[in-house]
C-alpha cells in the first residue's frame, strides 16, 4: 500500500506551499534575513525536481505540482529569489472575500462551519437555528475585522460558546434562535423550549 502511495504522490501529487511571503526577503533587501533566503534555497531543489527522503520511502517531485500563495502585504513576489520565482511562472492575484462569497462559505459546503455548530447542539437534542439576517451580519463581521473565511468560526465560537457550555442543563429547550441582534451583540439567544408556545431569552 505505501509502495503505491509513493508511487501515486510522484506521478500526481499537489503539494501547496502556504504563506510563501513570510520567507521572501522584503522591500528592503539591505536589512533582509539571510535565514529567509536559506529556506528559499532549501526548498529550491525540491520545488525543480528531485528525490527526496521521506519516512515512507524516497519519493521523487520531477512530476509533482507545486503550488504557492502568500499575502505579499509587506513584501511581492519579486523579493523571492530568481530561481524560485522561475519555478512558479504563473501568478493569480485573488480578491479579497465579499459578503456574499463569506455567506456562501457559511451556508453552501456539506461540512460548513454553520453545520458543524448544528451538529454539536443536535447531539443535545437541541435545533440550531441561524437567521439569514444572522449569517449576513457573521459574514459583515469578518470583513470588518479582516479575518476573511477562517475568522468565521472564530466569531461564531464567541457568539455561541456560553449556549453550548449550558446545553447540557437546557432539557427543556428545543431549538436556539440567532438573528441579527445576537450577532450584533444587542440580546442573548433565543430559548424556544418544549413544553411552552412562547420563546424566552437567555440568562
Known sequence: ????????????????????????????????DPSKEGVQRDLLPIVEGSTVNTKYGYVNTDHILFIAAGAFHVSKPSDLIPELQGRFPLRVELQSLDEE???RILTEPKNSVVKQFQEVFLM???????RKTALSEIA????KRKTGARGLRSILEDLLLDTMFELPSLDDVNEVVIDR???????????????AKKSKKAS
Open 1 to 32: 500500500i505505501e509502495n503505491e502511495a509513493l508511487q501515486r504522490a510522484q506521478d500526481g501529487g499537489i503539494i501547496f506551499l502556504d504563506e510563501i511571503d513570510k520567507i521572501a526577503a522584503g522591500s528592503n533587501r539591505n536589512n533582509s
Open 101 to 103: 462569497a463569506l455567506y
Open 124 to 130: 443535545e437534542g437541541v435545533k440550531l437555528t441561524f
Open 140 to 143: 459583515k463581521l469578518a470583513i
Open 181 to 195: 441582534a445576537v450577532v450584533e451583540k444587542k440580546k442573548a439567544p433565543l430559548m424556544v423550549y418544549r413544553s
